[in-house]
């Protein structure tokens, strides 16, 4: 994890079905909640990684 200006910058080698067994969900369901946080703005993601640009927003979504 990165302190990066524009956020939180989270880098992984991990694939989203991965990422999807570590959370309990599918792979579908992981995929549109990461849709849905970058459409809000909250996330950007790239292969590889994933930059947090409202931590706040998203540690208030996580409660």
Known sequence: VDQAEAGVEIRHRSTQQQLA?????SRESYARALRDL???GII???RGWILVHQLDELQ???R
Do not use: I, K, Y
Not at 21 to 25: F, S
């Open 21 to 25: 067994a570590n959370a309990a969900t």
């Open 38 to 40: 970058r459409e809000r």
């Open 44 to 46: 950007s993601t790239g």
């Open 60 to 62: 208030r979504l996580a």
